[in-house]
């Protein structure tokens, strides 16, 4: 099933790369709570809610964010009691003016055919949705009827707009479009045009484009401040280096969005140990216009530390085949391992930087290979002189 906002679809998923398969896989820590979950929903519960009837002077938004089964009963019911209402309304009038009494033929009633409540409430579902079936009508006998007849097509006409508007928007949610905007189910850490980043993918399956598209990430934290107040969900926005280098992306293909640790970013104090002990969080939203219905859509997902792959990348999933680009998405989450360092950024600069540890990777393959060599050459030796 194709979860909302965030993880791949069951039908995506592959057998991971011989290079996954030995990665450590690591549980979340009991009682830990994550602020968005994978699928976008925000893990935050209001309560103590005083002024309940703010809710109420918006109520064509607080209709639309109810559940199906509840907007369904509301559709029903606002239909069913304004017709109860009016059918009561009606037989009132023939009680009244003596309709519910058989006269002689010269007598004029208010509503002809009305002789019981079963035939007045079925006059007030003819006058409501204008269905007429011509056994009952009005007279010009009583005034009163004239006017109830006029308000009870203006209140059924406003029960129809708000009832099939907020139906009609709730069908066209934009959040229904961004179940197929996917995000990779890890994000990854490693070296990147010679810089440490964190990096994720982003994906969208349908043909039809989302323009405009955006992606903001933040970190959450426990953090205090330098007068000791503790801001337990403390968001530190995240400068990202997108693909096409402005704020939007076109979102054609899967894309990577790369965030370059730095000084400026929350994470240039974070190592790969650090990401197991700390309590981080790092949100992404992808936000857009889609084509199709000109409405704004969000996407939303997030990454702990345990779902933070430090010291790997994400594999190629676009090839050319006959003439066209063809996207794979059974590799959309497959990554590889890649040499990192496993130090955070700060301490990487404080060593040198990315060309130091190049360097010394390379050292000791080097002193291999001689070691090899250096054998060979001692094993040609023994060989001569037997």
Same mark, same amino acid.
């Given at each position: 099933?194709?979860? #909302?906002?965030?993880? *791949?679809?069951?039908?995506?998923?592959?057998?991971?790369?011989?290079?996954?398969?030995?990665?450590? @896989?690591? @549980?979340?820590?009991?009682?830990k709570?994550?602020?968005?979950?994978?699928?976008?929903?925000?893990?935050?519960?209001?309560?103590?809610?005083?002024?309940?009837?703010?809710? %109420?002077?918006?109520?064509?938004?607080? %209709?639309?964010?109810? @559940?199906?089964l509840?907007?369904?009963?509301?559709?029903?019911? +606002?239909? %069913?009691?304004s017709?109860?209402?009016?059918?009561? *309304?009606?037989? %009132?009038?023939?009680?009244a003016?003596?309709?519910?009494? $058989?006269? !002689?033929?010269?007598?004029?009633p208010?509503?002809?055919?009305?002789?019981?409540?079963?035939?007045?409430?079925?006059?007030?579902?003819?006058?409501?949705?204008?269905? !007429?079936?011509?056994?009952?009508?009005?007279?010009?006998?009583?005034?009163? =009827?004239?006017?109830?007849?006029?308000?009870?097509?203006?209140?059924?006409?406003? *029960?129809?707009?708000?009832?099939?508007?907020?139906?009609?928007?709730?069908?066209?949610?934009?959040?229904r479009?961004?179940?197929?905007?996917?995000? +990779?189910?890890?994000?990854?850490? /490693?070296?990147?045009?010679?810089?440490?980043?964190?990096?994720?993918?982003?994906?969208?399956?349908?043909?039809?484009m989302?323009?405009?598209?955006?992606? $903001?990430?933040?970190v959450? @934290? $426990?953090?205090?401040?330098?007068?000791?107040?503790?801001?337990?969900?403390?968001?530190?926005?995240?400068?990202?280096?997108?693909?096409v280098?402005?704020?939007?992306?076109?979102?054609? +293909?899967?894309?990577?969005i790369?965030?370059?640790?730095?000084?400026? /970013?929350?994470?240039?104090?974070?190592?790969?140990?650090?990401?197991?002990?700390?309590?981080?969080?790092? *949100?992404?939203?992808?936000?857009?216009?889609?084509?199709?219905?000109?409405?704004?859509t969000?996407?939303?997902?997030?990454?702990?530390?345990?779902?933070?792959?430090?010291?790997?990348?994400?594999?190629?999933?676009?090839?050319?085949?006959?003439?066209?680009?063809?996207v794979?998405?059974?590799?959309? !989450?497959?990554?590889?391992?890649?040499?990192?360092?496993?130090?955070? =950024?700060?301490?990487?600069?404080?060593? !040198?930087?990315? =060309?130091?540890?190049?360097?010394?990777?390379?050292?000791?393959?080097?002193?291999?290979?001689? $070691? #090899?060599?250096?054998?060979?050459?001692?094993?040609k030796?023994?060989?001569? +002189?037997?």
């Amino acid at each position: 099933m194709l979860s #909302r906002k965030g993880l *791949i679809p069951e039908d995506y998923l592959l057998t991971r790369l011989a290079e996954d398969v030995l990665q450590p @896989k690591f @549980k979340a820590k009991a009682g830990k709570a994550r602020f968005v979950a994978k699928n976008g929903t925000c893990n935050v519960a209001h309560t103590n809610i005083r002024e309940q009837g703010r809710f %109420l002077q918006d109520v064509f938004t607080t %209709l639309v964010d109810l @559940k199906w089964l509840h907007t369904l009963i509301i559709f029903t019911m +606002s239909f %069913l009691c304004s017709w109860l209402l009016f059918g009561m *309304i009606w037989w %009132l009038v023939a009680f009244a003016h003596g309709d519910l009494d $058989r006269r !002689g033929d010269d007598f004029v009633p208010c509503v002809t055919d009305i002789n019981s409540f079963s035939s007045a409430f079925l006059f007030s579902i003819e006058v409501q949705v204008t269905i !007429g079936f011509g056994g009952r009508m009005i007279t010009e006998e009583c005034v009163s =009827a004239i006017i109830i007849l006029i308000v009870q097509n203006i209140v059924g006409l406003v *029960i129809n707009a708000i009832m099939l508007g907020c139906i009609f928007m709730k069908t066209a949610q934009a959040n229904r479009r961004a179940e197929t905007l996917i995000f +990779s189910k890890h994000a990854v850490v /490693s070296i990147r045009n010679n810089k440490l980043c964190f990096m994720i993918r982003i994906g969208d399956l349908r043909k039809s484009m989302i323009i405009s598209a955006t992606v $903001r990430m933040q970190v959450v @934290k $426990r953090t205090t401040t330098e007068e000791g107040e503790v801001v337990p969900l403390d968001q530190i926005d995240i400068h990202m280096d997108n693909p096409v280098g402005t704020n939007g992306v076109f979102l054609v +293909s899967p894309l990577i969005i790369c965030h370059v640790i730095d000084k400026t /970013s929350p994470l240039y104090e974070v190592s790969a140990s650090d990401l197991l002990n700390e309590d981080i969080e790092v *949100i992404v939203v992808l936000e857009g216009v889609v084509e199709t219905t000109g409405i704004t859509t969000q996407a939303r997902t997030s990454y702990v530390g345990e779902e933070i792959l430090w010291g790997q990348r994400f594999v190629p999933t676009v090839s050319e085949e006959d003439g066209m680009y063809a996207v794979d998405y059974s590799k959309f !989450g497959n990554t590889v391992k890649v040499p990192t360092p496993y130090c955070s =950024a700060k301490k990487l600069d404080e060593f !040198g930087g990315i =060309a130091l540890f190049k360097v010394n990777e390379g050292a000791p393959q080097r002193a291999s290979v001689r $070691r #090899r060599r250096g054998g060979a050459v001692t094993r040609k030796s023994k060989v001569e +002189s037997h």
